[in-house]
């Protein structure tokens, strides 16, 4: 196992991963303010819904926020530079996790997909080549790295693509209905939404979803495919990246093939001047714990997170419970509608909360098809009323895919009395 994991390779394609991502990290920092998505996430709601538990975290006041991702976009372009990139990766890290515990409503994979990696590179000898912290003696300078460095982002970009895949064989994605309403709002082009519709297109794009995901890292291990993995990855990427404005995830995924490549070739590609000591077993006591005791287990923990809806009551695609940190992209439309009742105990009144008076239009619009979200929000409720004997109900109901609307929450539960269950399958959810 030595003679592989611990064999000395060229650090060329670890210190280019470096340069991208910081660059992409200052792209997504940026590109949030200017974008809008800074203001209309975490300055113009009165509040965010935070993953339960973090509920304390809650954006900066007033314009707190810009400052924040400003911060982040410096200190993106400092890992990009390799500029005191120790310091950098760790607070980039622990600010994007804020960004992540602190909202769900704009929710993306590859928001956790960026703190995973960020949480990587904090160990990872990425700026003793090419930076800043070389150049002014702050780090030594190194030309190799161990295998076991690209085989960590080899192992976790692959549970991210064969995860993603195993989640689109259900029937609305194996006979196109999802992808054709996917497609239906991609392009504002006549022609082009006329080609999207076309029953042979949403099908394609459906299955070549499935083959890309299975394939892709297969394809891309072995030399003779690489090439063309390599081109599709493009087509595929970019595709996403025209059509379904997903940030910058595209082109974060892309980088991921640096470490599919011999790293002689990103050398010779990127560094041409660069040699480097390949080839030697080097076995450092404290990289070698570091891999054995805390990646191994940490990748493993990767497998099972993803399985663990398998073990709660119900089906995903419904109840929510175990959607997140699952690589279940892009697989669903979801609608629906809610109504919270007040039933005062004492007088027996019955009156309609108005749950739009403290929401922004997309927080209310999740707020209908999130059982979380419709928990969170009762607590809110619960703490408005706090000193009077009421009970909430809600009638709530929710259509997949623009499917039939069926009950989601028990109308008979008192959510003054409902609790939250981390681990396993929530009562009031109720299933179809």
């Not at 996403?240 to 590609?269: C, D, E």
């Not at 419970?321 to 609608?335: D, F, T």
């Not at 109504?339 to 005062?344: D, T």
């Not at 009156?351 to 209908?368: E, F, G, M, T, V």
């Amino acid at each position: 196992m030595n003679q592989v994991f611990y064999k000395n390779i060229d650090n060329a394609p670890l210190v280019v991963f470096r340069i991208f991502f910081g660059f992409l990290l200052a792209c997504e920092s940026f590109g949030a303010i200017l974008t809008g998505w800074v203001e209309n996430v975490f300055i113009y709601p009165n509040f965010t819904f935070s993953f339960i538990g973090f509920e304390w975290l809650q954006p900066l006041p007033g314009f707190g926020m810009y400052f924040y991702f400003i911060t982040m976009g410096i200190l993106g372009l400092a890992i990009m530079l390799g500029y005191r990139y120790r310091i950098a990766i760790i607070l980039f890290t622990i600010l994007w996790a804020g960004v992540y515990y602190m909202q769900k409503t704009s929710y993306n994979n590859h928001y956790y997909l960026m703190m995973i990696i960020c949480f990587y590179m904090i160990f990872l000898p990425a700026n003793q080549y090419a930076s800043l912290d070389v150049k002014q003696q702050r780090t030594l300078k190194q030309t190799t790295m161990p295998y076991w460095v690209s085989l960590l982002f080899i192992f976790q970009v692959t549970i991210v693509y064969f995860f993603a895949a195993i989640a689109k064989f259900y029937p609305d994605w194996l006979d196109g209905t999802f992808t054709k309403l996917l497609l239906s709002g991609a392009s504002p082009n006549d022609t082009l939404r006329q080609i999207f519709l076309n029953k042979f297109f949403y099908l394609f794009i459906a299955y070549a979803g499935i083959l890309f995901d299975l394939l892709i890292i297969p394809l891309l291990l072995f030399k003779k495919t690489r090439t063309i993995a390599l081109i599709a990855s493009l087509s595929f990427h970019l595709f996403n990246a025209i059509f379904l404005q997903i940030g910058i995830f595209p082109f974060f995924a892309l980088t991921f093939s640096l470490f599919f490549y011999p790293s002689k070739k990103i050398r010779n590609i990127f560094f041409k001047c660069k040699t480097s000591n390949e080839g030697v077993v080097t076995l450092n006591y404290y990289g070698q714990r570091f891999f054995l005791y805390f990646l191994i287990p940490f990748l493993i923990l990767q497998l099972l997170l993803p399985l663990r809806h398998h073990l709660i009551e119900g089906d995903v695609l419904w109840t929510e419970e175990g959607h997140r940190l699952s690589w279940r992209m892009m697989l669903r439309k979801r609608e629906g509608y809610i109504h919270f009742k007040i039933v005062n105990k004492q007088t027996g009144e019955v009156s309609s909360y108005d749950y739009n008076k403290n929401l922004s239009p997309k927080q209310a619009q999740i707020l209908a098809t999130k059982p979380d979200f419709i928990w969170q929000y009762c607590q809110r409720i619960k703490q408005e009323y706090k000193g009077k004997n009421i009970s909430i109900f809600i009638e709530c109901k929710n259509s997949i895919n623009n499917g039939e609307f069926k009950t989601l929450i028990d109308p008979k539960q008192d959510f003054m009395l409902a609790e939250w269950d981390y681990f396993w399958h929530n009562e009031w959810i109720l299933l179809p």
